[in-house]
Each structure stands twice: as structure tokens, then as C-alpha cells.
């Protein structure tokens, strides 16, 4: 026997629980209680919430069942409505990332003939204004391009991150 | 996202597919609600000390029961599945930050007319037991409110609380002393 247990103690609980402590339950077991700590703490906290629990149940107020049951339908309704669409909206996000990066993809392909144009364009306006000036731009320009080429890459990374965080909260 | 909500026709149609959703017949939960209803209820009363808290939790503890899909071996799997629901959520809500603190305004609230002496007696002492209850840790007021108040075996309590069966006889004996001190010292030993 430690001092958790006593051989009276699941005696004393189910006297208490069946509702006949103090006055219906053995003299022995009550003299057992007087004198034993354990035990008496069992009989004082057991009453107490026994008898507690006994008002509650009497006392405490709950829906019909039907109520319940018609509220939990309605809230699984709803959940359901709400994860049917969920698939959509998600549909809708990849296709707008897919579809910049497409879109920066063909700019990145097509840039050579971009610059073969702006190439051309410089043939033509050459004449017209002077070399060094032409020159200049023409050399910022093809510059710009590595720049906007690493900024179209880091698009493709961001957009379908930026995509997931918008949709996140959803 | 937008915010979805339910026509009537839906909301009627709900009640239909709520027979497929359920793992239950609605006439299988009507029996099984009425006898665990008053027990539930009472436990979340006293585990959170605020009537409408525990209305709240206690609608969230069935719907939460209706949509589990765990397959029942017998009707006290099902009980002590429904009280661990009840418990988690009772836990869950503690961890959430407090934008209120409940007082003991719901047990104000049962307090009889001063003219009932017997009746106002048992008030008050549900007041103090309420009191002494807040001091404990909320694993040990289930585990003593299952124990005394339903009446329940270690093993249930154990299968219940999601604790060993062999440490549950410790943690119980632990809770009681804890609660009996502080019932018979309530202003704590000086």
C-alpha cells in the first residue's frame, strides 16, 4: 500500500457516487473516513462534486437535439460550399502565374529581335542625328536588357509566391 | 473569397445531404444526444466557468462529433470520444489569447432569492467549489469532474483525457489533495 491508495478508498467513491454518504453508508466505512486522510479527502471531494453535478444536470439548459443537429447540417453545408470552391480559386491563381511567365518568357526569347530592331532603328536614324549620341542609347539599351532579363527571372520566382500569399487567407 | 451563405432552399437541401455527411442517422443522434447532452453540457459549464462559452463549445463539441469519421466500437467509445472533443476544445480555447475574462458571472446567475436559505446554502457552496476548481490545472478539474461527477473508471477517464491509465491514479490522488486543500484553507495557507 503507497500513499496514493488505501483498500477503502473505491469503497468510500461508489458509496459516495450511489448517493448513500454519510448517513446510508457503513459506520465502518465512515469511521474508516474520520481517520484516514486520504479517504476523508475522497468523501469531501467526491460529495462536493457529486452533488454539484447532480444541480448542473438538473438545472443546466440545452438545445433539442433536432436544434442541433438542423445547426451542425447547415455549418456542413456551408464548409462543403466553401471547399468546392476553394480548388477554383487556387485554378485561378496558378493561371495567372503561368501566364506571366509565359508572357516574360516570350519577351526574354524575342529579345534578340528586339535589339536587332533597335539595331535597325539606329541604321536609320544614324544619318539623322549624330553617331555618339545614337550610339549612346542604342549601348544603354542592350545594357537594360541583362537588367530586365534578371528582373523578368525573379518574376518567375515571385509571382507564384506573391499568388500563394494572396490567396493564403482564402 | 467571397463570403458564402445559404438560401433557405439550401439550407433545407443541408438537411437532406446532412444524413450522408454524418457517419449518424439523425434519429441515431437524437438518442445518443439525450443521454449525453445534460453530462456534456455540465462539463463545459464547470470546466470553463462561463455559460455561454460553454454553449458555444458544447454546439462545436456535437457538430465536431457529427463530422468525425471515426467507426464507433460501442456506445461508450462513442461517450468518451464526444468528452474528448469537449475537453480539446476546452483546452483550445484556454491556449487562445483572452480578449475577456470570464468571471463567475454564470454562477451569479443561479444564485436563488435570499428568502431560499437551503437553496442559496447549496449556491454558495457551488460558488466556492467553482472558486476552488479555477485553482487547479484544467487536466486536473476533468480528470476530478469525470472521476466524481460522472463517475467514471480510471480506464475511461484515461481514454477520455488521452493520459496512461497506469500515471492516472498519481495525477488523480495529486488534483484531489490540491482541491481539498484549497476548499478547506480558501483565502491560502498564510
Known amino acids: ?170 | 473569397m467571397r463570403d458564402l451563405t445559404l438560401t433557405d432552399m439550401e439550407r433545407l437541401g443541408a438537411f437532406d445531404e446532412a444524413e450522408r455527411t454524418f457517419l449518424m442517422t439523425e434519429e441515431a443522434f437524437r438518442v445518443f444526444y439525450e443521454l449525453t447532452a445534460r453530462p456534456v453540457r455540465s462539463y463545459l459549464g464547470r470546466m470553463t466557468g462561463d455559460d455561454r462559452l460553454a454553449d458555444d463549445l458544447f454546439q462545436e463539441t456535437y457538430y465536431k462529433f457529427l463530422r468525425a469519421t471515426v467507426r464507433f466500437e460501442s456506445d461508450d467509445h462513442r461517450r468518451h470520444y464526444l468528452f474528448r472533443i469537449a475537453t480539446n476544445l476546452v483546452r483550445d480555447h484556454r491556449r487562445r489569447p483572452r480578449h475577456e475574462v470570464p468571471g463567475g458571472e454564470a454562477m451569479h446567475d443561479t444564485v436563488p432569492s435570499p428568502a431560499e436559505t437551503h437553496t442559496a446554502d447549496r449556491a454558495a457552496q457551488r460558488i466556492d467549489l467553482g472558486r476552488a476548481l479555477d485553482h487547479l490545472k484544467p487536466r486536473e478539474r476533468s480528470m476530478l469532474w469525470l472521476a466524481y461527477a460522472q463517475g467514471w473508471s480510471h480506464e475511461e477517464i484515461a481514454t477520455a483525457l488521452g493520459v496512461k491509465t497506469a500515471s492516472l491514479k498519481a495525477m488523480l490522488h495529486r488534483a484531489r489533495h490540491r482541491l481539498a486543500d484549497v476548499l478547506k484553507h480558501p483565502g491560502g495557507r498564510s
Do not use: K
Open chain 1, 1 to 170: 500500500m503507497n500513499r496514493y491508495e488505501c483498500a477503502y478508498e473505491d469503497r468510500v467513491t461508489s458509496t459516495v457516487l450511489s448517493g448513500r454518504w454519510p448517513d446510508a453508508a457503513d459506520e465502518e466505512l465512515t469511521m474508516h473516513a474520520a481517520t484516514c486522510e486520504l479517504c476523508g479527502e475522497v468523501a469531501m471531494v467526491a460529495s462536493l462534486l457529486r452533488s454539484d453535478h447532480d444541480q448542473a444536470r438538473r438545472e443546466v439548459q440545452v438545445p433539442v437535439a433536432g436544434q442541433v443537429w438542423w445547426r451542425s447540417a447547415v455549418r456542413a453545408r456551408l464548409e462543403s460550399a466553401q471547399a468546392a470552391t476553394r480548388p477554383m480559386t487556387w485554378l485561378h491563381g496558378v493561371t495567372a502565374a503561368i501566364t506571366i511567365g509565359i508572357m516574360l518568357a516570350g519577351i526574354g526569347l524575342a529579345w534578340p529581335s528586339i535589339a536587332e530592331g533597335a539595331g535597325w532603328a539606329r541604321e536609320v536614324v544614324d544619318p539623322l542625328v549624330s553617331h555618339a549620341a545614337v550610339s549612346g542609347v542604342v549601348s544603354g539599351v542592350l545594357r537594360q536588357s541583362v537588367l530586365i532579363g534578371l528582373a523578368a527571372a525573379a518574376c518567375l520566382v515571385i509571382a507564384p509566391l506573391v499568388v500563394y500569399f494572396a490567396l493564403a487567407n482564402d
